[in-house]
């Protein structure tokens, strides 16, 4: 038994130490100095979203321990330091590099994220390979690899090389070579061996003039190749575009012959349909859990140990493979021939279209949202909430009002809907509870938010200046 464990079992008064430093007015450029790379969180205690990342953000700490040191600054009391680095919200995580302001941290926050993340902020922009060992080992790589081959340390191209790893580290892995003899310069991308196939070359070669704009292209391009592993830290990047995902019992880490099984299935469909606007990935299911129960209605127990499949669209639209995903591929194409046909119907997460819907204020789930908040000839005041929401239920009298106050003019509809159990369409940013937004006659592709007052007669003064006819207000005061 350890010396702090045998403490804390005698019932003495004993914490455990904690891997985070703590920085303050006194003492944060002394301290940051003293360490090459190091990511501090500057919070408030107060603040409820750090106290979320605080667990996270001490697991991170632990994982890397002797790599990158994690650091704290509670804002409330070290006003000086955070307002000198521009902190204006919380948590506000940055990078720094021997005690200098470097970037802005917008990785994810959880503990294996901020892991992942910031051991590539470790070392050099690029490494400096210097023999062919040095280059298999590089290349030889969980993640992907660009690597710039030089005639000498004066080559004219190396320094936009450099720039350029500098500028995208935050993503991409870096090295290159100066000291071997090559017939010309070039720049090779080379995809991880776990996820070499029989559909694409495994080094891709740019063939572009070097600059810093055009070395991003080619990676952006080609760094994923025909069907990437999609993660939780790559989610987004890969969300930019329309995107078709089968999630299974994925693990490069212990078993990469059996995840390439399903996504080698995966491929074969998907190079028939390359260059129609969709891109292909797999996905560990378990990683994904929560998603896909409550985006897509799907359990990880279903199907077994057959991939979901799923589309998501950069507008943000769902589509699931209902039919089981057959080994011969059959399945995959049958359900992106529907796709491209415009025959697949929609993922729409709803609650049931209520059957009466008589109150002033109409029900509005995803299913009626169409029918109800752009219907082309209402102007509908729409209110997002959640039900254990206590500034919903606050503002609920005076939200009837309005809709009361309104209820005899045939132009304005006043709704509300459960944004917790029902998908926000596109346009709507909710990002709290409640959130309003006004969806006019002839601009229901741009609705505007509702920020005022949270009083019958703000509500009414808005609505009167941005309604797209004269409002029909029995009794209204003159202060309207």
Sequence with gaps: ?????????????CSKTSDVLELGDADFDYLATEHETMLV?????????CKKLAPEFEKAAGRLKGIVQLAKVDCTANSETCGRFGVTGYPTLKIFRSGKDAAPYDGPRSASGIYHYMTKQTGPDSLHLKSKEDLQNFVNNYDAGIVGVFSGTDAPRLDEFLKAAGLLREQFRFAHITDLQVAEESVLLFRPPRLANAFEDSVVVFTDYLTI?????????????????MTMENRDRLRVRDLLTAYYDLDYHHNVRG???????????????????????VANKRDFQAELEDDYGLGTADGGEL???TIRTKLGHKYTMREEFTRDGQSLERFLEDYFTGRLKRYIRSEPVPEKNAA????????????????PNKDVLIQFYSPSCPHCKKLEPVYREVAETLYSDPNVVVAKMNAVDNDVPLGYDVQG??????????????PVRYQGA?????????????ASHNLVLPGLKEEL
């Design 41 to 49: 969180k500057f919070y408030a205690p107060w603040c409820g979203h």
């Design 307 to 309: 991939p979901f499949v």
């Design 213 to 229: 704009s055009s070395l991003r292209r080619f990676i952006r391009d080609n760094i994923y190749g025909l069907c990437p592993h």
């Design 433 to 446: 509870f409640p959130t309003i937004y006004f969806a006019p006659v002839g601009k229901k592709d741009d």
């Design 259 to 281: 995840s390439n099984y399903w996504r080698n299935r995966v491929m074969k469909v998907a190079s028939k349909y390359s260059g129609r606007g969709l891109i292909f990935s």
């Design 454 to 466: 949270r009083e019958l007669k703000d509500f009414l003064k808005f609505l009167k200046q941005e």
């Design 360 to 375: 002033p204020v109409k029900v509005v789930v995803a299913e009626s949202f169409d029918d109800i908040v752009n219907d």
């Design 1 to 13: 038994m350890t010396g702090w464990a045998a403490c804390c079992s005698r019932g003495l008064s």
